[in-house]
């Protein structure tokens, strides 16, 4: 049974910079799978804004392009997020996603019907 465990998260200051990391274990065939960051503010709707794909294929959402770097270790056991130049507005719980999407990408990898395999979260809080 494939996990998805997020760390990094906390408190920081407008401009400042967090790394955060996911966790990927029960995984056997690590290349078939694809992977994203969504996050979700307080009564918004859960949304991505970076995904990589089974081939490496990386695409971000206008809103962190630029400021957020999505990578993964070559073992494809840890999802990075490096994020800087933060903003109040990037205040939200943030969350991996994963999903075996075989030898290809995931064209709605935004959305999060598209994912099945969730980890727990974890909060960001930008203060102005």
């Known amino acids: 049974q494939v996990h998805l465990v997020e760390s990094g998260g906390g408190s920081v200051q407008a401009g400042g910079s967090l790394r955060l990391s996911c966790a990927v274990s029960g995984v056997k065939e690590p290349h078939m799978y694809c992977f994203a960051w969504f996050r979700q503010a307080p009564g918004q709707e859960r949304e991505g804004f970076a995904a990589v794909g089974s081939e490496g294929r990386i695409t971000y959402d206008d809103s962190v392009k630029g400021r957020f770097t999505i990578s993964q270790d070559d073992a494809k056991k840890t999802l990075h997020l490096q994020m800087n130049t933060l903003k109040p507005e990037d205040t939200a719980m943030y969350y991996c996603?994963?999903?075996?999407?075989?030898?290809?990408?995931?064209?709605?990898?935004?959305?999060?019907?598209?994912?099945?395999?969730w980890g727990q979260g974890t909060q960001v809080t930008v203060s102005s």
């Open positions: 996603a994963a999903e075996r999407c075989g030898p290809a990408r995931i064209l709605t990898w935004y959305d999060p019907i598209s994912y099945r395999i």
